[in-house]
């Protein structure tokens, strides 16, 4: 699902949104855990 999400990601926005939306993935992701 999160590859489908960045592949969208990937063709309607720049990679430098890609890049924000992965930092705050890996921002959020120990509070998950």
Known sequence: M???LFYLIDKQYTN???IV????FL????VYE
Do not use: E
């Open 27 to 30: 921002t959020l992701l120990p």
């Open 2 to 4: 999160l590859m489908l």
């Open 21 to 24: 939306i992965g930092i705050i």
């Open 16 to 18: 430098k949104l890609v």
